[in-house]
């Protein structure tokens, strides 16, 4: 599987802009893949919203993804599912799912990295990569070092998060990570539109 270089997550409470909004910005500037994340909201909530969400996205031509909720990702019809430390197994998560769709697998450390890269996972995200203010209590941050260790020994594709910025991405390509998941600074930037055209740059693609 190839991740595309940049990989936006939306989360509507970070946002200061409308769903709809973000998805036509994000097709415009050819980014294949999006993420829905909501820590807060109840089952049926979310449930409500992902539904909202596969349908606008697949309107985009928008590979859809939920974070942590396997069941919602399946009833919803998306793409696939990003699942953390504490959520479903990948495995369960697969079961859920099917063979076919994606399933992205949260890592912190070489440790769970290397038993990720055992699974049916077909990417694995890798962080906090620098400070983060968009995730409670997060985990200690990765260190270069660590990054570069990983990349060496796993296979599979690897996106980095946590604190990234249009500024601070392009040393993680420099790592041999495959991607970047962005949040607060795509979702928060005065013009989102100057700001994918930077985060374009700073990933070596072609700025729009």
């Known amino acids: 599987m190839q991740l595309p270089r940049l990989y936006p997550i939306i989360d509507l409470e970070i946002s200061r802009y409308p769903l709809e909004f973000l998805l036509g910005e994000f097709a415009a500037a050819g980014l294949p893949w999006v993420q829905l994340r909501d820590k807060k909201a109840n089952s049926r909530q979310v449930f409500a919203a992902t539904q909202h969400f596969v349908a606008l996205s697949r309107s ?54 290397l038993e990720a890269e055992q699974s049916s996972a077909n990417y694995l995200a890798i962080g906090p990569v620098f400070a983060t203010a968009s995730k409670e209590n997060p985990d200690p941050i990765v260190s270069q070092a660590e990054l570069r260790e990983i990349r060496r020994r796993v296979q599979k594709p690897l996106v980095a998060i946590g604190g990234i910025t249009s500024q601070n991405a392009a040393q993680l390509f420099d790592l041999g990570l495959d991607s970047v998941a962005v949040i607060r600074d795509l979702l928060s930037a005065q013009d989102i539109r100057v700001k994918i055209s930077q985060f374009l740059r700073a990933t070596g693609l072609t700025a729009v």
């Open 60 to 113: 985009q031509g928008l590979t859809a993804l939920v974070n942590d909720r396997a069941d919602i990702a399946w009833l919803s019809g998306a793409d696939g599912v990003h699942v953390g430390q504490e959520d479903l197994p990948v495995e369960h998560a697969r079961k859920i799912m099917g063979p076919a769709k994606i399933i992205g697998c949260s890592t912190h450390n070489l440790a769970q990295a």
